[in-house]
Antibody
Framework: QVQLVESGGGVVQPGRSLRLSCAAS????????MHWVRQAPGKGLEWVAV????????YYADSVKGRFTVSRDNSQNTMYLQMNSLRAEDTAVFYC??????????????????WGQGTLVTVSS | DIQMTQSPSTLSASVGDRVTITCRAS??????LAWYQQKPGKAPNLLIY???NLESGVPSRFSGSGSGTEFTLTITSLQPDDSATYYC????????FGQGTKVEIK
């Protein structure tokens, strides 16, 4: 069964750290770029981070740059999000998503064709 | 940064109605636009990619159009199961979503 399953969410105090995991199954994980997307309670979707299929490139939203780190272990079919210096405004459901790329001669364009069910992170004292 | 603006924020329509949601980009994104449907408590689900391509398994009453900076998602005959929030997303330069359009059934 093709799926993504997030874990690691919970309640954490401001300034502390948390690591999320995204376990993939049913497809060749090492062939796909992967993303984290978050959604604050009652709000819209915000892209957070991407990691290339081989981990060679990583990019972050300005709101998390310098505090969050994305990584992956292709031998374990798992992606991670290390979140440091957490703030109240980081409270959200975090989703992992697989990307599907369409490439031209000069660039590749990636959208999200498979999502996990999400894990809730609550930053509160 | 490319900004995405959806309208309306909420709409209410009857079963069988034709529904249109608009998404505008702050700069040219060619056709690098996707639409997602999200139901309460669930993950988003891909409906349309590259502005007008229907994802496999998505009902044919959904369609997308547009290019450049203006795009639309149309539901030709609204069904009760279509009650959800719909998001556009540009993927020309990094990724950014519109603020969402909540579709309610009268």
């Amino acid at each position: 069964q093709v799926q993504l399953v997030e874990s690691g969410g919970g309640v954490v105090q401001p300034g502390r750290s948390l690591r999320l995991s995204c376990a993939a199954s049913g497809f060749t994980f090492s062939s796909y770029g992967m993303h984290w997307v978050r959604q604050a309670p009652g709000k819209g979707l915000e892209w957070v981070a991407v990691i290339w299929y081989d981990g060679s490139n990583k990019y972050y939203a300005d709101s998390v740059k310098g505090r969050f780190t994305v990584s992956r272990d292709n031998s374990q079919n798992t992606m991670y999000l290390q979140m440091n210096s957490l703030r109240a405004e980081d409270t959200a459901v975090f989703y992992c998503a697989r990307d599907r790329a369409e490439c031209t001669r000069t660039n590749c364009y990636r959208y999200f064709d498979l999502w996990g069910q999400g894990t809730l992170v609550t930053v509160s004292s | 940064d490319i900004q995405m603006t959806q309208s309306p924020s909420t709409l209410s329509a009857s079963v069988g109605d034709r529904v249109t949601i608009t998404c505008r980009a702050s700069q040219n994104i060619n056709s690098w636009l996707a639409w997602y449907q999200q139901k309460p408590g669930k993950a988003p689900n891909l409906l349309i990619y590259k502005a007008s391509n229907l994802e496999s398994g998505v009902p044919s009453r959904f369609s997308g159009s547009g290019s450049g900076t203006e795009f639309t998602l149309t539901i030709t005959s609204l069904q009760p199961d279509d009650s959800a929030t719909y998001y556009c997303q540009q993927y020309d330069t990094f990724w950014r979503f519109g603020q969402g359009t909540k579709v309610e059934i009268k």
